[in-house]
Structures are given as structure tokens and as C-alpha cells.
């Protein structure tokens, strides 16, 4: 969020301020050419933390860059410019300088500034001294610093040195005090404008006023933790759930109750150290201590007369008088100011239990905006590295910088018998070197007797006057009797009126559901030249991660066991054939075929294509090293982990077979892959995070193309088939140009293009199903493709076959792997991987690259019937066979031809098809032990035939089925109890109020406590609350008031044996002499 002016409450007067160091020279440049003068650039900001410093200077960086007017803002923290080499702290500090001049004008903010240029002394370190010298030397040196305004913040002041502190380095200071009632309402506002509904006047004014204490970030989290305060008690059941339900946040509203619930939690940034002590009077004391408070506040408003400051800018806004040009009228302002305060003291005494602290509180609750310094016992013995001496020092020093402001001792007394003689002949020549006119206030709180009282002490502190002394007594008839007040209304208030937290009822919370998950954020669409700098970055890539496989795929070649597979080519080759329109094969059903059929297509749990023995169930990969070698050189694996998915896939193999040496070979290959892959990913994990992005990216494509053809189809019109680097799933020749593809060879030529355009064989189809599979990335190994790998990675000669990496020349000049030595593989190729191919995805997408155009179709060289099939296809080939959808991924078996359809097939090998009364030829024969690699449609299928069969066979016989069970009647004489019992509360006694015994109550408490101090009359009143908080629940509220005196009593026995009252005051003795005359 950018920060302005607008977001900073209550520091109005920084702001005029800071906008005249920076704005005015800027805008007006012409008022200082005038007067020839330079203005202010250099501030320093101080005060409590939380108090809004950073705020500003982030505020200032983005208000002064207006209108076309670029101010440079650097920013630094104290740390920053430090280094441990000598003299590079001093170098980076002059760097900064000299860019902050050639970028003129410019602010330069230091943050914590007190870490960079502390006081410098001999028990500092050389280090810091030479730092300091040199921002000393920047800031106001023999060099002009130019258009360049130098911000310092802080909450310790006294920490930096005493140097920077003047002007010309830091011409002003700004003090950032914590906020007053009208800057707090002004923050308040400031956090809670954008909330809906608003946050009513009247609760952000109570909220200015309990808030004293609180700075600017206290507030902004006060308003934070409201917030979700409000969230918890609107929806409660969003802490329960770990999805994300469906809410409404317009009905989230924000009361009072949750703002009180975050003061509770809250503890002030200024209270976590040491308490401030500035709160007004308790609601339940403030009839006691409101007449007294009264007459102080009256007492100092004479003591310490205080009139508001304004600045140059305010006072502008009022008409100036015709002799105003001169000194007289301002400095006979000052003259009254100045005379009218002559060493300004005020000492709280009385007996133990005054309210002397209550009083003293709220004192300082109303001095609020004056600077308060506590000479307190905790303040001087706190800091153990320094002397109580030191500490009085430093605090007299911080007075005297900031008037008018008080000096606060609590426990005067105790005070001085603690501290020792040194402290005090320090604090007492201190507190004389004040000039008398000065706006510095002494007060002091003393609690104990006269006799334990110094009046020596007191005479030379408070013995100026007589309105410097102010004894407190005990409070008198009338505040006594609004103090009991309270528990008399409490008495006379029915049960129904107090709260009742043990047995509030339980909130029944709605159900909410459950969210439907996002939908994924729109990618911004790439440019060409993006798009094309993206794969050459992927290409790249890819390369690197081959040079770091290329090693360990050396090593696995030595193995030579597994140079071919675990399945002999001649046992799968029917197979293939059977998909081989150019090859005729048999269109019985595989049970009536005498072909010898071992093996048959399957896929594991993943979906990648393998073969299933038929006689005992095992699957195969048959997977090779040969196929493994030339995917890494095609660009197959996008990743590390890719690869040893195909090892443990030989693997898997390898363990099918039980062939104890091949297992034994396979998990020492496994081993030593899987600890050099995890050297290479340790070693260069920035590598393997890009590749990571690459496998994604290609996914993003395949999914893309795989739609955009959809809709090409569903539009009848040709599909635009997106260039991919992979070929998943296709076994005839083809050319891809996709963005990570290695080693690719165009067709510029005409044999090229012959190559590229001529049908598949029987013999290249397995040659290419082998040897091609380049599933997941780079170019097929076909008949143009080999070629193509040949020319630039590799070597395919007639020694061990092995491939090689791009230093190795061609020598072979031959377009396919016939004449390898590895031999032809039977490797079937799979249509899903690690690499997400877009084959698999256009498969399960109901996707072709052909399209039925009309009755008669014919099919393309290469081409497959189920290629054509849509949701009307018709297609008719040469041996009369309807292609289906749902075979359109399994083995494809041709009928006899010209079947009639108006004959009943002979359905007795499938008698799961033979229906009472559904006489449907069906024409295409599935081999019902080939397992279907969408069990989806399966179930689909299944379900329509059985809802077909029933509607057909079993409907009109139907009958509506009476119920199992006979519910009974539930008798409505119960329901409607229960209804009564939850609307109706249960009856409870009358009530029972003797007006004449409460108010007999009132005034035997208001009497009998005459004399009684302030703490001791806090004391009955706690006990008598908690006995009104236990009797909460009586109707009889005459008892309680006779229980109430009952504790009175108990209560005033025990306090006579423990303590000390007070006589009886003579009000008190009129107003009994009264009663019992009358």
C-alpha cells in the first residue's frame, strides 16, 4: 500500500514542517534566492516506539514525488553502512553521499541512527569514533552537501551523539510523543474508514478516550485484532473446518465487545517495559476521589498556567494587528507567560489509603501532551550499567529539552530514605538550577503520617507556598452514599438482569459449505519474442541436465544384460500387427483365433502402457537401456527423477522375470543411479528447480494443444495442432519442431520430405515404437528422426550400438537403427509417463486428429478407425467394421463382413448380452479379459445397459413397494411439551422487594463508614459485590439486602481488629443527631 500524508494521524504540525524543508525549496525556490538563505536538511526524529517515525519518512518518500518533480529517497539502516573491514563503513557512507549530490534533490534516511553514530567515548570502539567522524564530515564539511536532506530516527536520542545535534547537521527535531485524545481519534479514523458499515462517532470517541497510552502502531493493532475478534464471533465454524467454507463478509460487523476483548489481550508498547501510570479515575472510585481531583485540577491550573502553543503557520490564519511589525507585542506575551509561574510545585498528602495513586494517575492522565519524566525508584535503579547519580543527570537533562514538563516522584518519603545522600544533593542542586519562571512542575505523593514525615526535605522542595501543599481527607457523606449507590441498584435488580455466564445457552451455529476451490489465476499471455526467449531458455536447460545424466548413462551401458528386453519381440509382435491396417489379420474373437496370444496390452496404476502375461498376471515394462539412452538424447526426460523412473522400471522387469542374476544386476544398476542422481541434485539444486518449472511448462502446452483441438472438432473444422516436442502415443514418422527439441533436422529437401510423408511398415513401426519413444520431450527416433539424432549426438555404427554425446563424429549416414547391433526392441511404446504426454491427455479428452466428414469416409494412410469416431460416426472401411469410442484404446477387432442388420447375431459366446427382450445386433466384440484403461466408461456403459434392460424388460411389471416397517404415529402431545418447554421458561418465585429495608440498607452503609479511607471503603465494596454476584439468582431481594447487612457487619468486625479508622466526621455526627431527634 503507498503510504501519504493522508495515512498519518495526529502529526499535522511534522508535516508543515518537513514539507518546508523539502516541498517549499522545490516549488518556490525564489523565497530562499530572495533571503539568500539555505533551508533546514537535516531532522531528527525521536520518541517512543510505535510512535509513527518510519511512517512518516515512508509517508514523505512518496508525497514529495508529485507534479513531475522526482525526488530521490534513499534509505539506510544504522547496520547497514557497517563492514568488517576497515574502512569500508567509512567508503560506503561517502558512495551514498555522492550518488544522493548527482541525484539531487534527494532525501537520505537513516532508520535507528543511534546504531550508526553512537556517543563517542574510550569505551567505544575505534570503529564507530571514525564512522561518526566521517557522517559528521558529510553532513556539514568543507564540501557542500547540495539538495540533499538527511533524515535520522531513533527512540533513544540520548544514544547519539551529541554532535549531530545542532544545526546545520540536524537543524530540527521532532519530537513523537505518544498520541493525545484528538490525535488518537485522528488515527482511529484513519484505520477504520474503509470498513462497511463505519464505525460509529460515539464508539471512537470512547475509544480515543480508554485508549491513553497507546501509540499509532498500538492503535493500528487494536483495530487489527478487533477486526478478527469480529470474525471469530460472526463465523465460528471457519476454526474448525480445514476448507475453506463459504461466508459472507458484509455481514461481519465490528462492536464494542470486540474492541474491549483486544484491550484485554493488548498490552501497550509503552506499558511493556515500565508502566506509564496515566489513567483516569475507575468508574467505581470516581464518586470518592471527584471532589478532590476537582480542586487540583484548579489548584495546578494557577500553580502552572498553560496556554497552546501555535505555530508559525497556525497563527497565520488570524488577522495580525496595524503595529504588529515590531518586538513589543510578542515579547510582552512572553513577559506574562514567563512571570505568571514562579517554581511551579504541588505535594499530594495524606494518610495510608487516600487515593493518593488513584489521584496522581489521573493527574498525569490530564498533564497529557506535557512531557512527563518519573524520577521513580524502578526508573534510577533499573539500568545496573549506570549510577543512580547518572540516572538523574540523564532525566534532568530530558526536562529541561522539553517544556513545560513534569517531575514526578511517587512515595516521596520512601523515596528519600532509599536513594541515599548523593542522589539527593544531586536532584536537589538539579532541580535549583532551574530558572523560577520555567514551566517545570515538581510533584510529589506522600503517604504516611505527620510524624513520619522529613519537613526539612519538604520545606526545601514544597515550601514555597501554601497552595503547594494539598492534604487529602476522607471522603464525605454525600460521596459515600453515590459510592454505595451502585450495590443498592444491584440489590434491587432482578435475577433476569445479571449476566449469566454458566448457564448461557449454546449458540446453534448454521451449516456453511464447503467453497469451491479457486479458480487458477490467468497467466499473463507472453509476447513472441517471450515466448521464443522462454524455450530457448528451456532448451538450454534441458542440455544442462543431459551433460549431468550423460556420465551416469556411460556407466549404465555397461551393463550389457540389459540391453534388451525381458519379452522377446516375435512373442508380442501380433500385437501391433493387429493395429497395422496395411498387415490383415484375423477378425474372429480372440477366444476363437489359434494364434498363440501370451501377452496382452495393460497399464499399471499410474496409466503408463506395459504388457500383462496372460497365464500368470505379471506386467512388464519391457524396458531397455537402448530406449533409455536415446530418450536422454532426444530430450525425453524433463527431469532427474524422470529417469530413474525408467531404471526402476527395468528394475521391475528384471524382478518379474525371477532370474536371480538379472535381479541382483538390476538392484546394483538401481543403486548407483539413484546415489549419483542424488549427488546432481544436491550439487546444483538451482538446475534442478529449473527443470522442475520446464516439466510444467511443457504440461501447460500439451493441456492447451489437447483443448484447442477439442474445440477445433466440436467447431467441425480442421484442428490447428500445436508443434510439441514429444510424440506420445504415435508410431508412425513425424516431425515435431516443439521448444526443447534437440538435435532437429528440417525437411528442406525432397528426400526429407519423401521421408516424412511416407507410410509406416510393419518393420519401421516396430523399429520406431522401439527405438522412437521420445515420451515426454525431444524428437522420434523414425525413420527421419534417427537421422536427425544420428547426425549431431550420436553414432550408429555396427559395434556396441552405444549413442554418444555431441563430440563424436558420424560415421554410419543411415536413416534408422535396423542395422544396430542392439537389434530390433519390442519395447511397447506408453502413452503416459512422468511427463504428462498430450497424447494421454487427447486420449482421455476424447480427442482425434481425425474426423468423420460425412457417410462414407476415407481413411489416411497410417490411420486408424477409431481415429474417425465421433459422437455420429458411420465410418465404413473396406471390411465393413463400425469403429466405437470405447475401443478406440484397446486391441481392435474386425467382424465378418456385410453382417445384415436385420438378422439376430449369434450372441452364445457372450451371454451377458443375451436379453429377454433386446434383440440389438451388436457389432463390436470386446476381449473381456483386457483390462480397460478407463474403468469410468466401463462403469458408465454397464450402468446404461442395466438401466436399459430394466426399462425394457421389467417396468410395467413393477408395482410400488409398500414400506418394510410401520412407523408409529408419534403422539402430539409430546411434540408440543417440547415446544412449550423451549419457548417458556420454567416459573420462578415472585419477586420480593421491600423498598423501606434497601433504603434502611443504603443509609446504615453510608453512616457507618465515616472516617473510613478510600482503600478501606474499596475493601467493603469488594466484599458486598461478591455477595450480590452469589445471590444473583434470588428472587427475594429483601433477603439479599438483610445478607448484605449480615456482611457488612462481618466485614467491619474484621477490619476494626486489623486496622486503623478514622474518627467520625462531624457531618456524619449532625446527620445521626438528626435521625435521633426526629
Not at 510512535?51 to 508529485?66: D, F, I, P
Not at 559395434?799 to 543411415?814: L, P
Amino acid at each position: 500500500m503507498n503510504v501519504n500524508f493522508d495515512h498519518v494521524g495526529g502529526l499535522q504540525g511534522h508535516i508543515d514542517q518537513l514539507k518546508e524543508m523539502v516541498s517549499l525549496p522545490l516549488l518556490y525556490p525564489e523565497i530562499f534566492q530572495r533571503f539568500k538563505i539555505t533551508p533546514p536538511r537535516g531532522v531528527l526524529f525521536h520518541g517512543p516506539p510505535g510512535t509513527g517515525k518510519t511512517l512518516m519518512a515512508r509517508a514523505l518518500a512518496n508525497s514529495v514525488s508529485s507534479e513531475g518533480r522526482k525526488v530521490t529517497f534513499y534509505m539506510r539502516k544504522g547496520a547497514d553502512a557497517l563492514s568488517k573491514w576497515v574502512g569500508e563503513a567509512e567508503r560506503q557512507l561517502r558512495l551514498l553521499f555522492e550518488e544522493a549530490r548527482r541525484n539531487q534533490p534527494s532525501i537520505i534516511f537513516f532508520d535507528e541512527i543511534d546504531g550508526l553514530a553512537p556517543v563517542r567515548s574510550s569505551k567505544q570502539e575505534q570503529i564507530h569514533a571514525s564512522i561518526v567522524s566521517t557522517l559528521l564530515a558529510l553532513m556539514d564539511g568543507m564540501d557542500g552537501r547540495g539538495q540533499v536532506v538527511v533524515i535520522g530516527a531513533t527512540n533513544r536520542p540520548d544514544s547519539v551523539d551529541p554532535a549531530l545535534r545542532r544545526p546545520g547537521r540536524f537543524d530540527r527535531e521532532f519530537y513523537f510523543s505518544l498520541p493525545n485524545i484528538e490525535a488518537r481519534r485522528a488515527i482511529l479514523d484513519i484505520h477504520t474508514k474503509e470498513w462497511d458499515p463505519p464505525l460509529p462517532n460515539n464508539i471512537k470517541d470512547e475509544l480515543a478516550d480508554m485508549t491513553k497510552g497507546y501509540g499509532g502502531a498500538d492503535l493500528r493493532a487494536l483495530c487489527t485484532e478487533a477486526a478478527i475478534n469480529a470474525v471469530q464471533r460472526r463465523y465460528p465454524q471457519i476454526y474448525k473446518s480445514d476448507q475453506k467454507l463459504v461466508i459472507d463478509p458484509k455481514t461481519i460487523d465490528v462492536a464494542p465487545k470486540d474492541f474491549m476483548l483486544a484491550i484485554k489481550k493488548m498490552v501497550p508498547s509503552s506499558e511493556r517495559s515500565t508502566s506509564s501510570g496515566a489513567t483516569a479515575l475507575p468508574p467505581n472510585i470516581e464518586p470518592l476521589l471527584r471532589h478532590p481531583l476537582s480542586e487540583i485540577k484548579s489548584l495546578l491550573s494557577g500553580i502552572l498556567p498553560q496556554r497552546k502553543k501555535l505555530t508559525a503557520l497556525e497563527e497565520a490564519q488570524y488577522e495580525e494587528p496595524d503595529d504588529g511589525a515590531g518586538f513589543s507585542r510578542e515579547l510582552l506575551l512572553q513577559e506574562f507567560d514567563r512571570s505568571r509561574v514562579f517554581r511551579p510545585r504541588l505535594l499530594l498528602r495524606g494518610p495510608h489509603g487516600m487515593g493518593q495513586q488513584y489521584l496522581a494517575a489521573a493527574l498525569l492522565h490530564v498533564f497529557e501532551g506535557l512531557h512527563v519524566q518519573a524520577f521513580d525508584l524502578p526508573t534510577l535503579l533499573s539500568d545496573s550499567t549506570r549510577s543512580p547519580e547518572a540516572a538523574v543527570i540523564q532525566l534532568f537533562t530530558e526536562v529541561k529539552r522539553h517544556k513545560p514538563s513534569v517531575i514526578y516522584i511517587p512515595n516521596i518519603q520512601l523515596w528519600f530514605q532509599t536513594v541515599g545522600p548523593a542522589v539527593i544533593s544531586t536532584f536537589m542542586g538539579l532541580l535549583r538550577s532551574v530558572p523560577p519562571s520555567d514551566p517545570v512542575l515538581l510533584l510529589g505523593i506522600l503517604e504516611s503520617q505527620d510524624e513520619e514525615v522529613d519537613e526539612g526535605l519538604l520545606k526545601n522542595m514544597f515550601g514555597f507556598s501554601k497552595k503547594n501543599l494539598y492534604d487529602l481527607s476522607a471522603p464525605n457523606h454525600d460521596a459515600r452514599r453515590e459510592f454505595f449507590g451502585k450495590i443498592i441498584e444491584f440489590v434491587k435488580t432482578p435475577p433476569k438482569g445479571f449476566p449469566n455466564p454458566e448457564n448461557r445457552k449454546l449458540r446453534q451455529l448454521e451449516q456453511l459449505e464447503v467453497a469451491p476451490p479457486p479458480p487458477p489465476k490467468p497467466e499473463a499471455e507472453l509476447t513472441k519474442e517471450e515466448i521464443k526467449a522462454q524455450r530457448k531458455k528451456d532448451y538450454i536447460s534441458l542440455n544442462l541436465l543431459k551433460t549431468r545424466i550423460q556420465p551416469i548413462m556411460d556407466q549404465v551401458k555397461r551393463y550389457k544384460r540389459f540391453r534388451t528386453g525381458v519379452i522377446d519381440e516375435s512373442q508380442i509382435r501380433y500385437l501391433w500387427e493387429e493395429e497395422n491396417p496395411n498387415i490383415v489379420t484375423s477378425d474372429l474373437p480372440p477366444d476363437q483365433q489359434d494364434t498363440y496370444r501370451p501377452y496382452e496390452k495393460a497399464y499399471d496404476k499410474h496409466g503408463v502402457l506395459g504388457l500383462r502375461e496372460t497365464a500368470t498376471g505379471k506386467f512388464y515394462y519391457n524396458l531397455e537401456i537402448v530406449t533409455i539412452e536415446k530418450r536422454l538424447a532426444n530430450g525425453y526426460y524433463k527431469r532427474a527423477v524422470d529417469f530413474v523412473a525408467d531404471i526402476k522400471r527395468m528394475v521391475k522387469d528384471a524382478r518379474q522375470t525371477g532370474d536371480p542374476e538379472r535381479i541382483l544386476r538390476s538392484s546394483e544398476l538401481l543403486t548407483n543411479v539413484e546415489v549419483d542422481i542424488a549427488g546432481v541434485m544436491v550439487a546444483e539444486p538451482a538446475l534442478m528447480a529449473e527443470c522442475e518449472q520446464v516439466y510444467l511448462r511443457e504440461m501447460a502446452r500439451e493441456r492447451e494443444a489437447a483443448e484447442r483441438e477439442k474445440r477445433a472438432q466440436v467447431e467441425n473444422a480442421a484442428p490447428i495442432s500445436e508443434p510439441t516436442n514429444v510424440l506420445h502415443d504415435n508410431t508412425e514418422s513425424s516431425l515435431s519442431n516443439g521448444p526443447v527439441q534437440h538435435s532437429e533436422v528440417f525437411p528442406d529437401n525432397e528426400d526429407n520430405r519423401k521421408a516424412a510423408s511416407r507410410p509406416v511398415t510393419p518393420t519401421s513401426q516396430f523399429k520406431s515404437f522401439r527405438n522412437g519413444d521420445n515420451h515426454g520431450g525431444g524428437s522420434d527416433l523414425n525413420e527421419f528422426g534417427s537421422h536427425a539424432v544420428g547426425a549431431s549426438n550420436g553414432t550408429h555404427g555396427h559395434g556396441d550400438g552405444d549413442i554418444f554425446m555431441s563430440n563424436s563424429e558420424d560415421h554410419s549416414g543411415s536413416k534408422d537403427t535396423q542395422g544396430s547391433s542392439f537389434g530390433p526392441s519390442a519395447q511397447p511404446k506408453p502413452p503416459y509417463s512422468h511427463t504428462a504426454p498430450s497424447q494421454q491427455i487427447r486420449r482421455e479428452s476424447g480427442l482425434s486428429s481425425f474426423s468423420q466428414r460425412g457417410p462414407m469416409t476415407p481413411m489416411a494412410p497410417g490411420s486408424q478407425p477409431a481415429d474417425y469416431t465421433n459422437e455420429a460416426s458411420t465410418t465404413q472401411t473396406t471390411s465393413d467394421k463400425k469403429s466405437s469410442e470405447h475401443l478406440s484404446n484397446q486391441n481392435y477387432h474386425t467382424q465378418s463382413p456385410h453382417v445384415s442388420r436385420t438378422e439376430y447375431p449369434d450372441l452364445t459366446p457372450y451371454p451377458d448380452r443375451v436379453s429377454q427382450e433386446d434383440h440389438l445386433p451388436d457389432t463390436q466384440q470386446n476381449d473381456s479379459s483386457q483390462p480397460s484403461p478407463h474403468p469410468r466408461d466401463s462403469l458408465l456403459s454397464n450402468a446404461d445397459t442395466q438401466e436399459n434392460s430394466g426399462l425394457n424388460g421389467s417396468q410395467s411389471q413393477s408395482k410400488p413397494q409398500p414400506p418394510l416397517f410401520d412407523a408409529p404415529n408419534m403422539p402430539a402431545t409430546n411434540a408440543s411439551a417440547n415446544l412449550q418447554s423451549i419457548l417458556n421458561e420454567e416459573p420462578h418465585e415472585p419477586f420480593v422487594l421491600d423498598l423501606e429495608v434497601v433504603e434502611r440498607l443504603h443509609t446504615q452503609l453510608t453512616l457507618s463508614t465515616s472516617g473510613f479511607s478510600v482503600e478501606q471503603l474499596e475493601q467493603i465494596n469488594t466484599n458486598l459485590m461478591d455477595y450480590v454476584w452469589h445471590m444473583r439468582g434470588e428472587w427475594n431481594r429483601t433477603r439479599v439486602a438483610d445478607g448484605l447487612g449480615k456482611t457488612y457487619n462481618a466485614v467491619l468486625e474484621d477490619m476494626q481488629e486489623m486496622q486503623e479508622i478514622g474518627p467520625i466526621s462531624q457531618q456524619t455526627k449532625d446527620i445521626l443527631a438528626n435521625l435521633s431527634f426526629q
